[in-house]
């Protein structure tokens, strides 16, 4: 199947049923911000290497987290028993990103999250529509994750962590919350071990694009979410 190329002045997709079998559904266009929440809305993802084109995906199936179904092992119950680590949310956005791209122990190179990207998504939190979580121990950022929320549904992108089950603690307790908030799903994007402990199951790219199509019409929380996570126990 063939894949589109966008031009930087057309917004627009072609259906997401039309990707490749690998999942790449178009290359080219741009990251500016409506163009980004267009993609998200549609059920499709950036996802490339620096100095390479943008890559389009939209992958089937779909790797997604429903909140209340949430997993959280024995082994993680003292850390929250104890109060182990501090989780806050918008406060180091920039931090976070840069934090998440950075070489993983091991890993001789950077990641996917370029310079544009960076860039794009500070600009998304800027208006609301990208968040981070920061996970501290003392007055140490230890971990974070940071995504896209539209209406009834977060987009993960990445996370990191310097301290063992840090990330894990922020991510279960941005679910949590957003269980509580009434949010319907995670998307996960990729599909991996840690993840699939959680909870996160793959589904039809069908279903997924019929869960983001009744989210058209839902509420965006556009503002930094400190003061509304702080309220949710």
Request: hydrophobic fraction near 40%; charged fraction near 25%.
């Amino acid at each position: 199947m063939a894949v589109f190329w966008l031009s930087e002045d057309k917004l627009a997709f072609p259906s997401p049923h039309l990707a490749n079998k690998e999942g790449i559904l178009a290359v080219g266009g741009d990251l500016a911000p409506d163009r980004l929440i267009l993609a998200y809305r549609s059920g499709i993802f950036p996802w490339f290497n620096e100095d390479d084109p943008i890559l389009w995906w939209s992958p089937d199936p779909r790797f997604v987290l429903f909140p209340k179904d949430l997993k959280v092992s024995k082994s993680m119950r003292p850390y929250f028993n104890q109060k182990k680590f501090r989780v806050t949310f918008d406060q180091e956005f920039e931090v976070v990103i840069e934090q998440c791209r950075s070489p993983r122990k091991g890993q001789g190179f950077g990641t996917w999250i370029t310079n544009d990207m960076v860039k794009a998504y500070c600009q998304l939190h800027k208006m609301g529509y990208a968040h981070s979580v920061e996970v501290w121990q003392e007055d140490e950022l230890v971990g974070g994750l940071y995504g896209i929320a539209l209406g009834r549904c977060f987009y993960g992108e990445s996370m990191f962590t310097h301290v063992s089950n840090a990330s894990k603690f922020g991510f279960v307790t941005l679910v949590k919350k957003l269980d509580k908030l009434g949010f319907w799903l995670i998307d996960c994007q990729q599909q991996t071990k840690h993840l699939r402990s959680l909870g996160a199951v793959a589904i039809p790219r069908e279903r997924f694009l019929e869960i983001l199509k009744k989210n058209e019409t839902e509420t965006t929380l556009t503002y930094n979410w400190q003061e509304l996570m702080e309220k949710i126990a």
